[in-house]
């Protein structure tokens, strides 16, 4: 029998789930399954599709950046989106590899937010969910931008040239090294189209990873906001105001409810540790090119005599903030909500428990205060790291402009 504080149909959370990234997903054929093949027939052959052109972009863009090495701005409009692109491959393929296991990772989280039945903790959730749908959106968005200018900036400026009868033709959206045979006239706008494509399928392959990160962060906050309530209600529900200590049949009241608030807590904790060791390789790689990408797109602004190049990068500039502010701030999320159970536990009757009960509360409360993070070698997403980060994305453009 469901009370009346409890809610009777399916969670209001269950249309905030994975919103963005599982849109993205959808597009470029990746998004987890228990059992391949479990999909449309057609999913394999979007991810063949996508994975193929963005490596043939990120391969192609990188390698010309190498041999144009003389002109830094032709180089950096190669390294930037060829950076991006090369680490949007080891994305797709780390998520294509480890598909059931990411599966598996989205049943265990979807269970314990499914588990909350209570209007409040609903509630909570949502506004978690819905924060994480507006920045997921916010990094499609930013995204698509950048690679809508990058591919109409080669068609506005063939037009200029068109109507002023100036030399030159249109060329490719991306500075990129193809064979010979894929820029002959009759292949070109074949060529411009995939290229193109390999735009659009980097942005949703970078919106997928990135927003389901955060979205399992900010997910894992909230059951670790739900135990919190948990806790509070535990003795709330004693009505232990009028006692100073809690009699036997309270005590093991209170014991029978926190050894399931353990069992939740382990489980909680196994899940992040599972995360992290999914998502080890892609944050330490995204946060070392990090720099690199913010620092080469802010010097292309600066170096940039086009407008239409600097409104390009300057779209590119936000979508790589953007991505690296969605880590950083769930990263920290799950630190913050994971240290704050502690705080939640030293604030309850614990005095008024037997010494067997406050034994357990013991327990739990030191390993709360051990905060759980999303931590990788050489990196822990924090606010504090993106912080970090700027700060040496700033002495790498300072470094650089005593060069130039």
């Keep these: 029998m469901i009370d009346s504080g409890e ?17 993205s997903a959808r597009i470029v054929g990746i998004w987890p399954e228990m059992r391949r093949g479990s999909g449309p027939w057609y999913t394999h052959l979007l991810f063949v599709f996508a994975f193929l052109v963005v490596l043939v972009g990120a391969v192609g863009e990188v390698s010309y950046g190498c041999v144009d090495l003389d002109d830094l701005v032709v180089a950096l409009e190669a390294f930037c989106p060829g950076t991006t692109k ?18 598996v990772l989205i049943q265990r989280l979807q269970s314990m937010l499914w588990a909350a039945r209570r209007e409040e903790g609903q509630r909570m959730l949502v506004a978690l969910a819905t924060t ?24 506005i400026m063939g037009l200029y040239r068109w109507l002023f009868e100036l030399p030159g033709q249109i060329e490719l959206p991306f500075n990129i090294i193809l064979p010979a045979f894929a820029i002959q006239p009759s292949l070109f706008p074949v060529t411009y189209v995939l290229l ?10 970078f919106s997928f990873v990135d927003g389901f990160f955060l979205c399992s962060c900010l997910y894992i906050c909230g059951v670790f906001r739900l ?22 049949a309270m005590n093991a009241e209170v014991r029978q409810k926190l050894a399931h608030i353990v069992e939740r807590h382990n489980a909680i904790i196994d899940l992040c540790t599972d995360l992290t060791r999914q998502f080890t390789v892609i944050v330490l790689m995204h946060f070392l090119s990090a720099a690199f990408v ?6 292309d602004i600066m170096l940039n005599t086009s407008s239409l ?8 500039s936000i979508a790589a903030l953007t991505q690296l502010f969605l880590y950083c701030f769930g990263g920290n999320h799950v630190s913050e909500s994971s240290g704050a159970v502690a705080d939640v536990l030293y604030d309850i009757e614990w ?10 509360i013991l327990m739990i409360l030191r390993r709360s205060q051990r905060a759980k993070t999303i931590a990788v070698p050489f990196f822990t997403p924090s606010l504090a790291a993106f912080g970090s980060i700027l700060s040496t994305t700033g002495s790498y453009i300072t470094l650089l402009k005593t060069f130039l």
């Design 7 to 23: 809610l009777e149909l399916e969670p209001a959370i269950a249309g905030h789930f994975y919103r963005i990234p599982r849109f």
């Design 196 to 205: 193109t494509a390999s735009g659009a399928c980097t942005v949703f392959a």
């Design 86 to 103: 090369a680490v949007c491959v080891l994305k797709l393929w780390v998520f294509f590899r480890s598909s059931r296991q990411w599966a």
């Design 132 to 155: 994480a749908s507006r920045l997921s959106l916010l990094l499609l968005s930013s995204g698509t931008a950048t690679n809508t200018a990058f591919n109409l900036q080669p068609l």
């Design 309 to 316: 190049s600097g409104l390009t990068y300057i779209c590119y």
């Design 227 to 248: 135990l919190q309530q948990d806790i509070r209600r535990i003795f709330a529900d004693l009505h232990g105001d009028s006692v100073d200590v809690f009699t036997e």
């Design 294 to 299: 913010l620092c080469s797109t802010i010097l």
């Design 351 to 360: 005095y008024k428990c037997d010494a067997r009960t406050r034994k357990m």
